[in-house]
Structures are given as structure tokens and as C-alpha cells.
């Protein structure tokens, strides 16, 4: 079935510095999946940080990017320079061509920001 | 108002019990999900409500059950807790079948002894 792997359980990222957070999907449904990064912030609950459902686009939102790469089947999340108020558990996910309420997530990647 | 509530936010359960949970939203939203986190694990869906028709999972069809007497409530309920019920659940709405963009709660962490 489908499927999304993020391998880091946990990234420690110095303030100012530059973040990847990797994140690779499996999609067996004819068509291609969208693709989503939701974040939760300390005692929050879990919110839509950006969408893609082209492949071959980016999504942006405060500051993050992330490029659907259907080849590579990737979506990786990056910032430039990053604040302590990122320090959240990331979550990469999707939803299949067959059933678009049907959220896959992955099992999250938490950022730690070092002052 | 995006808010997504539910109740209660912490849960005690003995195994053999009923458990009920609770979620609220007033975005008045046609969809609401019911996830389950457990550590280390993905979150994952157990059923969602497309306006009054329940859509359960096929590997956790018998283990749970949901009613949503209006457009604004949804629970979730579990005859006969066991010990690997013990998790997070998540609530979440969304308009339509949303398309991935849901809304969630702050989670009700349930504890099974």
C-alpha cells in the first residue's frame, strides 16, 4: 500500500543554520499522490504547513519549501535559516489518488533549534 | 474560529471497560477524522465521517466505532479497552473530503491499565 518514510526521528539544527528534513513516499495507486508537510508546535495540535498536488512544483509557507520530485520519489523539506520558534515535530504525508481524505503520514521528525 | 476540541484531553481506562471520547467543530465542516499515535509510530486513521456516512479502516473495522449525532459532534468509542489501546487520538474536520487539508485537535491521550 502506500506508504511515507522519514528517517530522522530527531534533527538538531543551530540557529541561523539551514534544515533539510528527508522525506520519501511510495505510491501504488495509478496517478500521482498529494503531497503535504504539517507541523506541531508544543502543545498544539497538528496544523497544514504547506500542500503540493503537482508534481514538479514547490510549496512555501513561513520561510520552508518543499519540491514534489516524482522521479525521486521525494519531498523534502527545507528552510534556509532557521528560528527557535521552529523547534516542532514535523510530518510528512500524503493522500492517495483513490481516497483523498485519507491522510499517510509518516512518523514525524523533530527539530530542536540550539541557541 | 479553525478550532478543533476535544474531550476529555487526558483519559484513564481499566482493560475491559468502555471508553468514549469526545471532538467538537464549529467550522461546520462535512468530514471529521478519528486518528490513532501511538510513540515512534505514524499517526493513523482509524475512520472518518463524510457527513452522516461512517468510513472505517479495514484493519481496525471491529475495534472502534464512532457516532455523530450532529454536523458539529463526533466520538469515538471503544467497546472494550485493551492494553494496546493505550495512544493518542487525534480529531480532525475538514470541508468535503478536504483533499489532505484537515484540521486538528490537541489529542486525547488515553491510558489502558
Known amino acids: 500500500g502506500d506508504s511515507v518514510t522519514q528517517t530522522e526521528g530527531q534533527v538538531t539544527v543551530s540557529e541561523s543554520k539551514s534544515l533539510i528534513i528527508n522525506c520519501t513516499y511510495s505510491?501504488?495507486?495509478?496517478?500521482?499522490?498529494?503531497l503535504f508537510w504539517y507541523v506541531r508546535y508544543p502543545g498544539e495540535g497538528l496544523q497544514l504547513l504547506l500542500k503540493v498536488i503537482t508534481a514538479g512544483q514547490k510549496g512555501s509557507s513561513r520561510g520552508f519549501e518543499a519540491t514534489y520530485n516524482k522521479e525521486a520519489t521525494s519531498f523534502h523539506l527545507q528552510k534556509a535559516s532557521v528560528q527557535e520558534s521552529d523547534s516542532a515535530v514535523y510530518y510528512c504525508a500524503l493522500t492517495p489518488n483513490y481516497n483523498q481524505g485519507k491522510l499517510i503520514f509518516g512518523q514525524g521528525t523533530k527539530l530542536s533549534i540550539k541557541p | 474560529d479553525t478550532t478543533v476540541k476535544q474531550n476529555p484531553r487526558y483519559k484513564l481506562a481499566r482493560v475491559g471497560k468502555p471508553v468514549n471520547l469526545i471532538c467538537s467543530q464549529t467550522?461546520?465542516?462535512?468530514?471529521m477524522y478519528w486518528y490513532q499515535k501511538k510513540p515512534n509510530q505514524a499517526p493513523k486513521l482509524l475512520l472518518f465521517y463524510y457527513d452522516k456516512i461512517l468510513n472505517r479502516e479495514a484493519d481496525t473495522f471491529e475495534k472502534f466505532q464512532s457516532s455523530r449525532p450532529n454536523n458539529s459532534f463526533c466520538s469515538l468509542y471503544i467497546g472494550s479497552a485493551g492494553l494496546e489501546y493505550s495512544a493518542m487520538y487525534l480529531c480532525?474536520?475538514?470541508?468535503?473530503?478536504?483533499?489532505?487539508?484537515?484540521?486538528f485537535g490537541p489529542g486525547t491521550r488515553l491510558t489502558v491499565l
Open positions: 467550522m461546520n465542516h462535512d468530514t
Open positions: 505510491a501504488t495507486s495509478i496517478g500521482y499522490p498529494n
Open positions: 480532525a474536520s475538514s470541508r468535503g473530503l478536504g483533499g489532505g487539508e484537515q484540521y
